[in-house]
């Protein structure tokens, strides 16, 4: 089940699974409770297994209303079960709701196929975000339905 939530409820996740177990306070985004922003959660038996948070901001200078993707996790215990692949749907139904043109993100170089099959196309380089690793800019076009 999909649910929003708050975005101090990311940050387990954020801190297991992106940030090599680093506190919570080291998780948190300076867009995390900016308007417009929201986070959700793939619950299984009560259990958040899979986030992601979305803010508005624009990528560049390109036209419309562009959201950006950040923080994704899946606990390694449910990967590739299909849970971040069903947020990501939901998301995407919810930004298309809000009239958003793009999504866009900074994606690890290892999660590159996953946000392809989603229609995601790489728009840069390789290039390293400190203390995180190597990553790609990628953008999905919305409304397209």
Same mark, same amino acid.
């Given at each position: 089940?999909?649910?929003?939530?708050?975005?101090? +409820?990311?940050?387990?996740?954020?801190?297991?699974?992106?940030?090599?177990? *680093? !506190?919570?306070?080291?998780?948190?985004?300076?867009?995390?409770?900016?308007?417009?922003?929201?986070?959700?959660?793939?619950?299984?038996? =009560? #259990?958040? /297994?899979? /986030?992601? *948070?979305?803010? !508005?901001?624009?990528?560049?200078?390109? @036209?419309?209303? %562009?959201? #950006?993707?950040?923080?994704?996790?899946?606990?390694? +215990?449910?990967?590739?079960?299909?849970? %971040?692949?069903?947020?990501?749907?939901? @998301?995407?139904? =919810?930004?298309?709701?809000?009239?958003? @043109?793009?999504?866009?993100?900074?994606?690890?170089?290892?999660?590159?196929?996953?946000?392809?099959?989603?229609?995601?196309?790489?728009?840069?380089? +390789?290039? &390293?975000? +400190?203390? /995180?690793? !190597?990553?790609? &800019?990628?953008?999905?076009?919305?409304?397209?339905?």
């Amino acid at each position: 089940m999909i649910k929003y939530i708050s975005s101090q +409820e990311t940050l387990p996740l954020r801190s297991k699974m992106l940030r090599d177990n *680093s !506190p919570l306070a080291n998780c948190l985004f300076p867009t995390d409770d900016i308007d417009g922003a929201f986070h959700l959660g793939f619950f299984m038996n =009560e #259990q958040i /297994v899979t /986030v992601a *948070s979305f803010f !508005p901001k624009q990528y560049q200078d390109r @036209a419309g209303l %562009g959201y #950006q993707l950040r923080g994704m996790a899946t606990d390694s +215990e449910f990967a590739g079960k299909g849970y %971040g692949a069903k947020l990501m749907d939901f @998301a995407i139904s =919810e930004l298309n709701a809000l009239k958003a @043109a793009y999504l866009w993100c900074n994606a690890r170089s290892g999660a590159t196929q996953f946000y392809q099959k989603k229609g995601f196309k790489l728009v840069s380089s +390789e290039f &390293e975000i +400190e203390d /995180v690793g !190597p990553h790609y &800019e990628m953008i999905l076009n919305l409304n397209i339905i």
